[in-house]
């Protein structure tokens, strides 16, 4: 229960509490926290979950779950009388068409993994350990020896931007700041991703162990463990993870840890709307710079790091980093790769980094039909021809390619697959999940849907697109974060490998 004068920052969790935004509630939280009921009004209808808490079952319209037919679903739903509403992206590509109803607590049914290999530095099959003996190493050695491990693996992030992981955590440690943040971003919202869902139900130790290993080196108080709202369960296993190594005394009791639900936001998934949202507001992006490595969580130097990232820091400081970096095959580590839409065995496989689409689609048994196009890492990634089969699933060779590993949601489409409805899918995705704070982004979305849409339902005219490459370009240079700088991308990787469905020569 939060005490009656509860800051801003609760605002979201009471909100929770209350069930959702129902009549009287802003006001209720006006009394308990002092913010205005108009701003708790205006935080609460950015968030889907709580803006319409009885909108029934959520359909998601992810494109693994369109291409499994969550139109039919939908249909099914509304003949029975049962209350339903689309959604952007669950999280449960494995299981498409996904559906979620937040009055029910369902646990994920398990999805195909690789078999165990002693060369992965996850390994989801491999029983998790609770022994910890990469956190006392690194305080047995020092914080120095974890960063010049890290350093030397060559980690980079694994959410989506690749970046390299040192250079965040030396910024942390660098600040002349006492007060600093560590914090989990297991919001996983990008369509064709479910891999943080699996490491946090497999392997929970390791991503505990990473963050406990990441407030030592970084001397922060607290951790935040941010999970999508969805995912209830997989926060359950998170909290009982943590408490079972309090239990045992392997954590540091000075540290405190904090687990805070997502709201059905995509967009909080970006890190600093992340950060907005832990903070009570609604989850726009900031601009950047400063970064949250300077200015972070209530303004303090925070590293910020996806759940797969953390993770590997066990196995890196338990084998070394030059272990984990000649584990990757043209970039360090082994990877998680995410596989669903027209393949046997929808899953997550690891892999050396830089594994081919070709020997991925072996690992999930193949393509259900013939090969058409695949979307390498999330909807931000746009598509690819089945040409591209033997192209490195690493950060470089995809950029090269002009696509992107992302968080590495790989999406199989057969020849069956209609590339307009595919591009489609995508671009209702970006509009709906707009946080609207920048007209490139919250009009540019709108433009390529609208323009989509004329397209397929007014003759298959190409002059309807005409306009697609200036809007794009608009969205690319003068969007504020990544969702507007890519989120053109699917249209204009479509209308390049797939001309003749646009009316292109
Ligand atoms: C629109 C958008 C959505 C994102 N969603 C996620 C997400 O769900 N999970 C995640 O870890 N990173 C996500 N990211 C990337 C984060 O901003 C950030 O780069 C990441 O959490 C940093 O951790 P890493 O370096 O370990 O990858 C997203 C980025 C953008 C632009
Ligand atoms: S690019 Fe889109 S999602 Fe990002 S800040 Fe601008 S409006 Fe929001």
Redesign the pocket.
């Known amino acids: 229960m939060l005490p009656k004068n509860a800051s801003r920052e609760a605002i979201l969790e009471i909100l929770e509490d209350e069930g959702g935004l129902r009549a009287g509630v802003a006001a209720r939280v006006e009394r308990r926290t002092g913010v205005p009921a108009a701003d708790v009004y205006g935080v609460a209808t950015f968030y889907h979950l709580l803006n319409d808490p009885d909108a029934g079952v959520r359909v998601c319209q992810g494109l693994s779950c369109k291409i499994a037919g969550c139109d039919a679903e939908m249909a099914r739903l509304e003949a029975a009388g049962t209350k339903a509403v689309y959604t952007a992206c669950l999280g449960r590509c494995d299981v498409a068409p996904a559906l979620w109803d937040p009055q029910v607590e369902a646990a994920t049914p398990a999805p195909h993994f690789s078999p165990s290999d002693p060369d992965f530095a996850i390994d989801l099959l491999r029983p998790d350990c609770r022994e910890y003996q990469a956190f006392a190493a690194a305080r047995e050695r020092g914080a120095e020896w974890v960063l010049a491990e890290l350093e030397a693996s060559g980690l ?8 390299p ?1 040192h250079i ?1 955590w030396r910024g942390v440690r660098g600040q002349p700041v006492a007060e600093r943040y560590v914090v989990l ?6 369509p064709g ?1 479910f891999k ?1 869902r699996e490491v946090i139900l497999r392997r929970p130790h390791l991503v505990v162990e990473g963050l406990a290993i990441a407030a030592y080196a970084l001397a922060a108080g607290d951790v935040y463990c941010y999970v ?1 709202g969805e995912f209830g369960h997989v926060k359950a296993a998170l909290v009982a993870a943590v408490d079972e190594a309090r239990a045992v005394g392997v954590l540091d009791p000075a540290v405190r840890w904090h687990f805070v639900d997502g709201h059905g936001a ?2 909080c ?4 709307a ?1 950060l907005e949202a832990l903070e009570g507001k609604r989850g726009m ?1 900031r601009m950047k710079p400063p970064f949250p490595v300077e200015v972070g969580f209530r303004g303090k130097p925070t590293l ?7 993770a590997c820091l066990p196995a890196i400081l338990g084998r070394g980093g030059e272990w984990f970096r000649s584990s990757g095959r043209t970039q360090p580590g082994s990877k998680l790769y995410c596989l669903s839409g027209h393949v046997a065995r929808p899953g997550v496989y690891e892999a050396p980094m830089g594994v081919s689409m070709r020997e991925l689609l072996a690992l999930a048994g193949g393509v259900v039909g013939e090969l058409k196009a695949f979307s390498p890492g999330g909807a ?1 990634s746009g598509f690819l021809p089945a040409g591209k089969i033997d192209v490195a699933m690493d950060f470089q060779a995809l950029a090269a390619e002009g696509s992107m590993l992302g ?1 590495a949601g790989v999406v199989v489409l057969n020849d069956t697959a209609d590339m307009v409805d595919a591009a489609l899918t995508q671009a209702v995705f970006f509009e709906d999940e707009s946080c609207g704070q920048c007209a490139p982004c919250r009009i540019g979305t709108q433009i390529l849907r609208q323009a989509l849409e004329r397209y397929r339902d007014e003759g298959r005219d190409p002059e309807t697109l005409s306009y697609v490459a200036d809007v794009a370009w608009g969205m690319r240079e003068a969007s504020i ?3 507007g700088q890519a989120a053109s991308l699917p249209l204009e990787s479509a209308m390049k490998y797939f001309p003749e469905e646009f009316g292109l020569p």
């Open positions: 980079t992030g694994r959410g989506g931007a690749g970046f992981a965040k971003n297991a919001d996983e919202g990008e991703t943080d999508r995509y967009i998934g970006e890190e600093t992340l992006p910020i790091q996806n759940v797969e990232t953390i931000s968080s974060c990544g969702l």
